[in-house]
């Protein structure tokens, strides 16, 4: 989450940076957002049984239809790479491995006790051990405090995605809407 906000916070200042405004973002068009909200708040549902799983990946794939409708966007692909792996590594191993040397240099050691102790607590995460597969797209990158996070190589495609879409929608011009919007329709009436 802190380097959400980070991202978010260096993203805006480089927008700024680049000539863009914030408000610009008003006049970005984001198809099917719906999805994106309602497979966020599945990551978070935590039910019973193996409900949490199938939530998990069905979280996932609400996300990857959500990133594939938005792919004309700048920096959708990125997005799209990075829900790619992380879905990947998780369905793999029916949950994210995170190693234990990333929380360690992430400043999070006593979420390795929690993680051993507590291992039916946590649906998304699990201990990293030498059954994983694709463990090299696992949360294995630490990053120390102030950030103290471990992520994985999905997550920095995600975020560098995000930064792209915002740093790209500060910089559009709202005149860029109307000719997109034509072409697209243009593009339509000639292919239908």
Do not use: C
């Amino acid at each position: 989450m802190k380097l959400m906000l980070v991202t978010l916070a260096l993203t805006v200042g480089a927008g700024y940076l680049l000539g863009g405004r914030l408000s610009n973002l008003a006049g970005l068009r984001i198809r099917w957002t719906p999805l994106a909200v309602i497979g966020f708040a599945m990551q978070l549902i935590n039910p019973p049984g193996r409900w949490p799983l199938a939530m998990l990946l069905g979280s996932f794939v609400l996300l990857s239809v959500f990133t594939i409708a938005n792919r004309r966007t700048p920096g959708f692909g990125l997005i799209l790479i990075g829900v790619a792996l992380n879905f990947l590594v998780i369905a793999a191993n029916a949950g994210m491995p995170v190693s234990a040397s990333a929380l360690r240099a992430s400043g999070q050691e006593e979420t390795v006790g929690d993680l051993t102790d507590r291992a039916d607590a946590y649906v998304k995460h699990h201990l990293a051990g030498p059954e994983d597969r694709v463990l090299v797209l696992g949360d294995v990158i630490g990053l120390p405090p102030p950030v103290g996070q471990a992520i994985s190589v999905g997550d920095i495609f995600t975020y560098g995605g995000v930064a792209v879409v915002i740093a790209a929608g500060m910089r559009r011009k709202p005149e860029e809407d109307v000719v997109t919007d034509r072409l697209v329709a243009e593009g339509d009436r000639a292919g239908g």
